[in-house]
């Protein structure tokens, strides 16, 4: 009888417990923030960001980003294309503009490397859009970069998966450091 109620007041102490950590979990504004997040990222998967595009007084945005995509061979639909942020004297605003999918979006950053050859368009760079928390993370990373160049030159190194990692020059392949 003993071994019964010990194990029946346990049982009542486990399900309270669970009872509280998943009312917890399940709060509707904590569902409500997780779905929010997931659906901006889907969101912005689709958006392209393009920096070092000249300002003008009534420009057509949407003109400047199809001639650039035609320096890349890339002729996607384009939609919501317009200039983000404050304007600053001399400092030209960047262009965010969305493409028909997340794929297209991947297929024009592969190929954003061959703007620096392109006469008019060395100085123009095209990123994902990202949120501000992955915009603090991404400067971590490239501050950490640097240091790394910086420190030693002539090894290679790249950011991959979040990560700085050393680019082996005889294999092409990452090398742990």
Not at 101 to 107: F, L, R
Not at 130 to 144: A, D, P, W, Y
Request: proline share 5%; with cysteine.
């Amino acid at each position: 009888m003993v071994v019964k109620d010990t194990v029946s007041s346990e049982l009542k102490s486990y399900s309270s417990v669970l009872r509280e950590s998943c009312s917890a979990a399940l709060e509707p504004r904590k569902i409500a923030s997780a779905v929010r997040k997931v659906a901006e990222g889907e969101d912005r998967s689709k958006n392209l960001v393009v920096f070092g595009v000249p300002e003008e007084q009534e420009e057509n945005v949407d003109s400047k980003v199809k001639l650039l995509l035609d320096k890349l061979d890339e002729k996607p639909r384009i939609t919501d294309c317009g200039r983000i942020g404050q304007s600053k004297p001399g400092v030209p605003r960047p262009i965010r503009f969305k493409v028909s999918s997340s794929d297209t979006v991947y297929q024009i950053l592969r190929k954003a490397k061959l703007l620096k050859d392109a006469e008019g368009f060395n100085r123009v760079f095209l990123c994902p859009d990202r949120t501000v928390e992955e915009r603090i993370s991404r400067q971590k990373l490239v501050t950490e970069l640097k240091e790394k160049r910086s420190a030693d030159p002539n090894k290679h190194f790249i950011i991959r998966k979040g990560e700085v990692v050393f680019l082996s020059e005889r294999t092409g392949c990452v090398d742990n450091v």
